[in-house]
């Protein structure tokens, strides 16, 4: 008899089933309304990695002479417990830090966060997501006073008549997703924003829909480009806006001075494309429903929650969140983005999606936890500013992670690296050896997803089961015994407990009158195959849609907020939208005609063969096999300029390092622009290349868009 369980990868979270068999567990597709059944080939060779031989089942420890060497568990844990004791008698307990993952399940992302505050009584905790859902959460809150990646079922989609999809190439990150698109191609109502002409593009061929593609880093501008029209062609849902909205007169004016013409010498997009657009999202609304979606493509930037807010001023003006047949939404990157940014791994945030300097939130954790409400520290510093203080005066010299991999993860990944070794300690929970653990000093060996009980938090905010199907290495142990076992170490306040259902009871109250309230949801409830999208308090039947009746601001409204692009030169964030603050960032030099002799835009983006930073499907040989290496994807006529041949060896640099690789010729690709993917280590690190910058308000760094130099190997180094 199989296990039903849902894949370990992205935020679709398609259902499968494993069993048993000789070889280890098989995969089967399972029906479900987000894959129906489907499976990408990650999904299907996902248990190959169970009995993987580079798994880890011992505890690591660093010898005198540097060697990682096999340890107790007993060693392995009574080594970090003097080394985090030792660390905050020294430097004080903020000395201590914190990464987690949004691949962790709902109960260790919960219990991480409270192990952070109460057995290290530190505030220096953020996640990777941090470098994903960071800019869609803000302006979903902002905007709406939520944030919930699809405040909708998916299958919702599946009768839309138009579909505008920013920065997403749902045909290789997500592949089942691409059944719900089929009702918007049908209408020929799918419109797909971006630089490159993806997988996901080529589905508006032949009449399906349009494609357009903006210059790089200049989505902001497309998206008030689009907002002029839908005001001045009388495309607005007026009635909407007034009983539904607030901010409009000052959202009217700020994108005055985006009228087609000026937005298509900024953008590249033709009048004619930006009119069809805007018309076909309005006539959407009308006949069957428009729904906007973002990917990271568009919020990955310096300017990332200013772009994602003006797509949702672009569906508010059309009328689409709240209706029962259109809407807006961000598709959710990371397998359990979304449920690991509501209970606590973030720097500012308790459980429930609680704002941790909120008076009121902090006492209610505090009565769940057990604890004084002065025990729970003040907020943290997001992860970008977090990793660069590692090592440093008043900075964090020990440092934990778990769920993650910011070696290769991580913007400006050289410098990176260069922390993480300058740190006292290093301590990494990993299954296989990743880069970051291999230059910790203790590497703790955990559980996989298919060894382990627990619950995650899917795209549409529908929370799912995760079950244990595989009986784990003897030696590996679970994150939640971990840290339990070294709360006791520490002398920690409150209670960690090792069981998974305990902990979800416990999170369940904690998160109860939360934006993310998950106390109506229970173990039995989930096993028993019940929808439970939240909010979900107590006694109520969940919420698969939001906003139909109220958006979560006071008064009921959404905001309509006004955002512009940054000052001209260099892209400089001062001057936007919202006032820049602490970890504003610039983006490199502009592109195109303006920019230095050779200079290029790179995109960064994933690949349909691998994940986030390919530790894990790097090891699975059929993944690897398909794609071995990064390659370089630029235009022929570019390559041919440069003297790159297809297939050669190339250097693609800039101020923060150098990445080799091979070329390979694509006319997809625009002539300023070439696409490296993210998934590799090492000299082809896409990350060697990318900025520190940051948006100034969610803490995202600028991925998508650096400036590169690119030549033959060996020779135009920037």
């Known amino acids: 008899m199989g296990t039903p369980t849902h894949c370990p990868y992205c935020a679709l979270q398609c259902a499968m089933t494993l069993t048993p068999a000789a070889g280890g567990p098989e995969v089967a597709g399972r029906d479900f309304p987000t894959n129906r059944g489907g499976l990408c080939r990650k999904g299907w060779s996902s248990a190959a990695l169970l009995g993987h031989p580079e798994r880890l089942t011992t505890p690591l420890l660093r010898a005198d002479d540097g060697v ?26 903020d000395a201590v830090g914190v990464f987690g993952g949004g691949g962790l399940t709902n109960e260790k992302a919960y219990q991480l966060g409270k192990f952070a505050r109460l057995a290290l009584g530190t505030s220096r905790i953020d996640y990777n997501g941090r470098f994903c859902m ?40 997500m592949p089942p997703f691409v059944q719900h698109l089929q009702g918007a191609r049908a209408s020929g109502g799918l419109v797909v924003v971006d630089p490159r ?124 969140p709240g209706s029962a047949y259109s809407g807006y939404g961000t598709l959710t990157g990371q397998g359990n983005g979304q449920g690991g940014r509501e209970h606590g791994q973030k720097a500012d945030q308790l459980p429930g999606c609680r704002k941790i300097s909120d008076p009121a939130a902090r006492a209610h954790v505090a009565r769940v936890w057990g604890v004084g409400e002065a025990a729970i520290p003040g907020p943290g510093i997001p992860a970008v500013e977090l990793l660069a203080s590692l090592g440093r005066p008043g900075g964090v010299r020990t440092f934990l992670v778990h769920g993650a991999n910011p070696a290769v993860s991580a913007p400006d990944a050289a410098r ?32 996989q997803w298919a060894e382990e009980d ?102 009921g409204r959404a905001a309509l907020v006004p955002v512009s692009p940054a000052v001209a030169g260099r892209g400089a964030v001062a001057g936007r939208g919202a006032a820049a603050g602490r970890g504003a960032g610039t983006r490199d030099a502009p592109f195109g005609a303006d920019a230095g002799p ?67 010729y694509s006319t997809a690709q625009r002539l300023d622009t070439v696409f490296l993917p993210f998934h590799f280590s090492g000299r082809q690190s896409a990350n060697l290349l990318t900025s520190q910058a940051t948006d100034p308000i969610s803490g995202m760094p600028e991925f998508k868009t650096s400036a590169v130099v690119v030549a033959p190997a060996g020779r135009g180094q920037a």
């Open 68 to 93: 990682l060497r096999p340890a107790s568990w007993d060693a392995a844990l009574a080594r970090v417990a003097a080394q985090v004791t030792a660390t905050r008698a020294a430097h004080g307990a």
């Open 416 to 447: 990176v690296i260069e922390r993480l070794r300058s740190l006292d300690a290093l301590v990494v929970c990993d299954f296989f050896l990743s880069e970051t653990a291999a230059l910790a000093d203790v590497v703790l060996p955990v559980l």
């Open 598 to 664: 050779g200079t290029l835009a790179l995109a960064t983006g994933r690949l349909l063969e691998h994940y986030q930073s390919g530790a894990q499907t790097r090891r699975v040989p059929e993944l690897a096999a398909a794609r071995p290496e990064a390659r370089l994807l630029i235009h022929p006529a570019t390559a041919t300029a440069r003297g790159i041949a297809d297939g050669g060896p190339v250097t693609v640099s800039n101020a923060r390092g150098a990445v080799h690789c091979t070329a390979e």
């Open 197 to 320: 002409r993806t997988a996901t593009a080529d589905f508006t061929a032949d009449g399906a829909g349009l494609h357009l593609q903006p210059v790089p880093a200049t989505d902001l501008a497309l998206l008030l480009g689009l907002c002029h029209i839908v005001i001045h062609e009388g495309l607005a849902d007026t009635a909407y806006i007034a009983q539904r909205t607030t901010g409009y007169a000052a959202l009217a004016r700020s994108v005055a001075p985006w009228w087609p013409e000026r937005t298509s010498a900024a953008t590249g997009v033709p009048v004619a494309q930006l009119r069809e657009t805007a018309r076909l999202l309005a006539e959407g609304a009308r006949r069957g429903g428009s729904y906007i979606l973002t990917g990271r493509g568009v919020e990955q930037h310096v300017d990332g929650t200013d772009t994602a807010t003006a797509a949702i001023n672009l569906a508010l003006l059309l009328g689409l």
């Open 454 to 555: 627990g619950t995650v938090t899917n795209l549409e905010g529908r929370v799912l089961r995760r079950r244990s199907a595989a009986a784990p290495p003897p030696g590996a142990r679970s994150e939640l015994w971990i840290m339990a076992e070294l709360a006791a170490r520490l002398d920690a306040p409150s209670t960690f407990s090792d069981d998974p259902e305990a902990v979800f009871t416990e999170l369940r109250a904690a998160s109860a009158g939360g934006p993310a309230d998950y106390s109506g949801i229970d173990y039995a409830m989930l096993d028993a195959g019940e929808a439970a999208y939240w909010p979900y308090p107590a006694g109520s039947t969940g919420t698969p849609r939001l906003f139909l009746d109220a958006f979560a601001h006071d008064g």
């Open 134 to 173: 960071a800019s869609a959460a803000a302006a979903g809150t902002r905007a709406f006073g939520l944030d919930r990646g699809l405040p909708f079922p998916v299958q919702d989609l599946d009768g839309a008549h138009t579909v505008l999809l920013l920065g997403s190439n749902v045909a290789e990150t």
